[in-house]
């Protein structure tokens, strides 16, 4: 027996980062072939073994679907639902497993001291790409050396602009922070969350 498979995708930026829920289709109705199945009914009971036809009838009379849940089992288990609202519900919650587990992700975003405008927006753009992925996105400006290190606050400022730049979807969940050697190696890392529903 086949197993169909319905995918819905969206790329979020062009680096075509993926976001796809997979959706396990099942047999259903006159789609099953087994001559004998143990039925479930649409509470979670159990309506013991029956044959195809019998488990069809009492679909039919609940104005409900047959659908084959466990086609390896002995017999085959087959549960009597509306199939159009059990697809839909599992989707759902699939999407906010995804959403759940993506949260987790931290993603990064490199600056420079000497960025100008256009990389600005280019950086900005991506980190746009993961917070709507629903990812963190820690934003860095390493290995600041030597008398440039006398500059570091440049990119306090130039860090603050980004999250401002951000401020319509993201929050700023960890303000730019100085670390390092002063005089000799500094970075400047923050951190954006997505915004929180309210």
Do not use: W
């Not at 050396?145 to 979807?169: V, W």
Request: aromatic share 4%; glycine share 6%.
């Amino acid at each position: 027996m086949a197993t169909l498979l319905f995918s819905s995708q969206t790329t979020v930026n062009a680096k075509k980062r993926r976001c796809t829920i997979s959706f396990k289709e099942h047999l259903i109705n006159s789609q099953i072939r087994a001559t004998e199945l143990r039925v479930i009914g649409e509470d979670g009971s159990q309506l013991g073994v029956m044959g195809l036809s019998q488990a069809m009838k009492l679909a039919d009379t609940a104005e409900l679907d047959l659908v084959l849940i466990s086609p390896t089992a002995n017999p085959p288990v087959a549960r009597i639902i509306d199939y159009g609202k059990y697809k839909f519900e599992s989707i759902r919650k699939e999407k906010e497993q995804k959403k759940a587990s993506k949260q987790a992700k931290l993603k990064e975003v490199q600056l420079s001291l000497g960025i100008q405008d256009n990389e600005v927006a280019f950086k900005a753009k991506a980190a746009r790409g993961f917070i709507e992925d629903g990812c963190k996105v820690k934003v860095a400006i390493n290995r600041i050396r030597g008398r440039a290190t006398m500059n570091a606050d440049k990119g306090i400022i130039i860090m603050q602009k980004f999250a401002e730049s951000m401020n319509d979807i993201a929050d700023t969940e960890t303000p730019p922070t100085k670390g390092g050697t002063p005089g000799r190696n500094v970075s400047i890392t923050m951190i954006l969350a997505p915004k929180k529903k309210k």
